[in-house]
């Protein structure tokens, strides 16, 4: 998410976000790049650490930020 605008700005896996009148449209997956995503969390770096259920034994995943 772009902090400032609070607009989705990539989806990890999934469709490119596209914004009609201001509006987020349906956002759907495009690549199996998770399974069953069930929880994330923030660290103050601004990395997001995203963890899944049922995924193949699968360690959580850790996304960092691109400027």
Known sequence: MDRKTKKVISAPGGSKPTYVDGVLQPLYQTTKTFIHGHDLHVGSAG?????EW???????AKLTPVD
């Open 47 to 51: 990395a997001i650490y995203f963890g």
């Open 54 to 60: 049922n995924a193949d034994r699968r360690y959580p």
